[in-house]
């Protein structure tokens, strides 16, 4: 491997990688609304809808891993850097793939829903996949300092929280009326401007990209044919990139999972669902005043020491959630809102450095089997995040399902139904506090000591 001389590392790296996830955000932002749009809106039952989730995510079974060595095992020759190039082909596709999640034709037979659902989906994923799984593979590209990385996976973060945040305040009362149901109309045109965002933030990225560390490309040689079972075997080899995956599936079940019940409890229970982005973004502000000291803290006591404090702390507050007394009142969305600010800042320290994390697991696969395999490690990564993202969604709406959540009641639930999402959501939330402990804590295995030897046997 060489590291070309090219100019210091400095803010404007972080910026811009920061920018390529907020473009990738501006399309994932509105997923968390899908559920709602399907089952409430289109009038898809949620069995149904869970049934479609599932199969499609059998397309990311195909489609990340495939991505990811195909990107490996290109080696034709770029103007810049493959990863980027592929970046930009992605961003083309995703400024109207996210809109096709979101085609409203409420009257249309159903036969003609599960087309437009499997089709958009399916698209918009390969489009994400594209441009998603070379940019979290740039991270170990742009330099092998650990602070640096840290760094990286810090603006990350701050790039992701301006790519949710921006939404979360301002969807909620485009895209939902005064009856606390959804406009499905309304969030058709919001996804076409978002991906316009996001294209225009990908750009900005790829054009502010300097890659310091290239890998040796022999451009005659044979590209070697994609093999899942030795992919899969030197992915649960990597005991890094397995921790990191079951920490990051965690924290999805409980980002994604519970979206869904989060969104009918404070439409039904705390009746008020055009202030769910204002409590949203009031619990993410531990993550923004951790973020400017990451990298001083990950220097001081190692990366995974403190996704491993932030990760307790996450079970702490999701317990309290759990048995404190929130009632469907004032008093009680702002108890709810502190065990969310103390649950968020368990998450926001490992989400802060989580792809930093990845970056090392890379470099952990180098230095104990010698190859280098960006592409295939991070579209793994990706795929079991993806199965976190589209069955868990699944499974917990067959779960509301089978509490009393009816789709045809829309905005309106039943008291009782809303009770048990009350109860319902702090269970998800626990359920992926304990999955980060286990994946941070017992799993990841390279703490600052281990980290730092294998820098130095790697020559960095």
């Known amino acids: 491997m060489d590291t070309k001389k090219k100019s210091s590392f400095g803010i404007s790296d972080s910026v811009a990688y920061a920018a390529g996830d907020f473009g990738c955000n501006m399309s994932f932002a509105l997923k968390s609304s899908l559920i709602i749009f ?16 599932i199969i499609v995510q059998i397309w990311d079974g195909i489609n990340d891993p495939l991505i ?31 809109a096709l999640c979101f ?18 989906y399916v698209i918009w994923d390969a489009f994400y996949t594209i441009a998603n799984v070379p940019y979290g593979s740039l991270l170990s590209l742009i330099s092998v300092n650990p602070g640096d990385r840290a760094s990286l996976s810090a603006w990350r973060s701050v790039g992701s929280m301006i790519g949710n945040m921006v939404p979360m305040m301002i ?10 149901n959804i406009i499905g109309e309304r969030v058709f045109i919001a996804a076409l401007i978002m991906g316009i965002l996001g294209f225009v933030a990908f750009q900005f990225m790829i ?20 093999n899942i079972a030795k992919a899969m075997s030197n992915f649960l080899k990597n005991r890094p990139a397995v921790g990191a995956t079951l920490a990051a599936m965690g924290m999805f079940l409980g980002m994604q999972a519970g979206t869904a019940a989060v969104t009918v409890l404070i439409q039904s229970y705390f009746k008020n669902v055009q202030i769910s982005g204002i409590i949203q973004v009031f619990s993410m502000l531990p993550i923004i005043l951790f973020t400017p000291f990451a990298r001083k803290m990950v220097l001081k006591y190692g990366k995974k020491e403190l996704c491993v404090f932030g990760s307790i702390c996450s079970v702490i507050a999701c317990v309290a959630m759990f048995i404190l007394p929130i009632s469907p009142d004032g008093k009680g969305i702002a108890v709810y809102v502190i065990c969310q600010l103390i649950n968020s800042l368990g998450i926001g320290i490992y989400s802060t450095v989580s792809w930093s994390l ?7 696969n ?25 069955f868990g969604p699944s499974l917990v709406l067959i779960v509301m399902a089978a509490l009393g959540y009816m789709e045809a009641d829309k905005g309106n639930q039943l008291w009782e139904v809303a009770m048990k999402m009350r109860y319902l959501v702090p269970s998800l939330y626990l359920l992926s506090a ?3 402990v286990v994946g941070l804590a017992f799993i990841y295995n390279l703490n600052k000591a281990t980290l730092e030897k294998m820098n130095k046997e790697l020559g960095r």
């Not at 054009?207 to 994609?226: H, L, M, S």
């Open 366 to 390: 180098e230095w104990k089997n010698g190859t280098r395999e960006e592409g295939t490690v991070y579209s793994l990564h990706s795929f079991f995040r993806k199965l976190a993202q589209g």
């Open 434 to 436: 304990v999955m980060m």
């Open 103 to 120: 085609v409203p034709i409420p009257n249309a037979p159903m036969v003609v829903k599960i087309i437009v659902f499997i089709c958009g």
């Open 207 to 226: 054009r502010n990209t300097q890659v310091r560390v290239e890998a040796d490309v022999n451009y005659n040689k044979e590209t070697p044919k994609f």
């Open 38 to 53: 399907w089952t409430q809106f289109m009038g898809m039952g949620s069995e149904l809808y869970a049934l479609l989730l």
């Open 358 to 364: 990845m970056g090392d697991a890379i470099d952990y």
């Open 68 to 98: 990811g060595t195909i990107i490996d095992s290109d080696r034709r020759k770029y103007k810049r850097n493959k990863f980027l190039s592929y970046i930009w082909f992605g961003s083309i596709g995703l400024i109207i793939a996210g």
């Open 171 to 180: 969807l909620p009362f485009i895209i939902y009326n005064k009856t606390n």
